[in-house]
């Protein structure tokens, strides 16, 4: 089946540094990558959609500048995480669709991503 | 936006009985439904979809039911297992978007 891996799967970093979270689909090309954020006890939340060779389209309210979002080739997308504060601790996770070029295409997810700001 | 400081709801039952899980969707042009599984500090898995033009879905031990009339959605487990043990989404696709919106979600607890 369709696997997508992230790293690192767990981060510590002190507030004011960046950290780089990889995406990757093992098994099959991603032109679309989407990228979420869960907060404990909560449901996921669509932070931004990655397109292989575009610019990423952010949802309303997350700030571009400090989520940078790279989706260089059709099996990688990065979110880098920009001056990190400690409301940024979360758990942020990955999905690649798989496209069969069918309207409706299924989303496969990454393991995801703890991250804990000090 | 953010629905800070909401628990999830709970469904609690026993081995081998059968789960019901509900959810209610937002969009009417939503035109795709999957259900997903959670377990504590993993991604989701992917469990079963449907499509808008269906109402009935079978999987293994899984069955999915859509009611576009009042944009209802149920995940029904057959003979649930403490393997099944997890938090459950439901999440719909906005039409021509490719995005997934996900519900609150539902924490399952079975009992031996």
């Known amino acids: 089946g369709a696997v997508v891996s992230q790293h690192p799967s767990w981060v510590i970093c002190k507030s004011g540094t960046s950290v780089k979270i990889e995406c990757r689909s093992l098994d099959f090309q991603a032109t679309t990558m989407f990228w979420y954020r869960q907060f404990p006890k909560q449901s996921l939340m669509l932070m931004a959609t990655s397109n292989e060779g575009s610019k990423a389209t952010y949802e309303q309210g997350v700030e571009k500048d400090k989520f940078l979002i790279n989706h260089a080739s059709l099996t990688l997308s990065t979110l880098t995480v920009t001056s990190a504060h400690p409301e940024d601790s979360s758990f942020y996770i990955c999905?690649?669709?798989?496209?069969?070029?069918?309207?409706?295409?299924?989303?496969?997810f990454g393991p995801g991503t703890r991250l804990t700001v000090l | 936006g953010e629905s800070v400081g909401l628990h999830l709801p709970t469904l609690s039952v026993q081995e081998g009985d059968n789960s019901i899980i509900n959810c209610a969707y937002s969009?009417?042009?939503?035109?795709?439904f999957i259900w997903y599984k959670q377990e504590s500090g993993k991604g989701p898995q992917f469990i079963i979809d449907?499509?808008?033009?269906?109402d009935k879905r079978q999987g293994q031990r899984v069955t999915v039911l859509l009611n576009k009339t009042v944009k209802h959605l149920s995940l029904q487990i057959a003979a649930t297992q403490p393997g099944d043990s997890a938090v459950y989404f439901c999440?719909?696709?906005?039409?021509?978007?490719?995005?997934?919106?996900f519900g609150q979600g539902t924490t399952l607890q079975v009992k031996p």
């Open positions: 999905s690649a669709r798989v496209s069969y070029g069918l309207a409706t295409d299924t989303q496969y």
């Open positions: 449907i499509r808008s033009n269906m």
């Open positions: 969009n009417s042009a939503s035109d795709y």
């Open positions: 999440a719909e696709n906005i039409s021509n978007t490719g995005k997934l919106i």
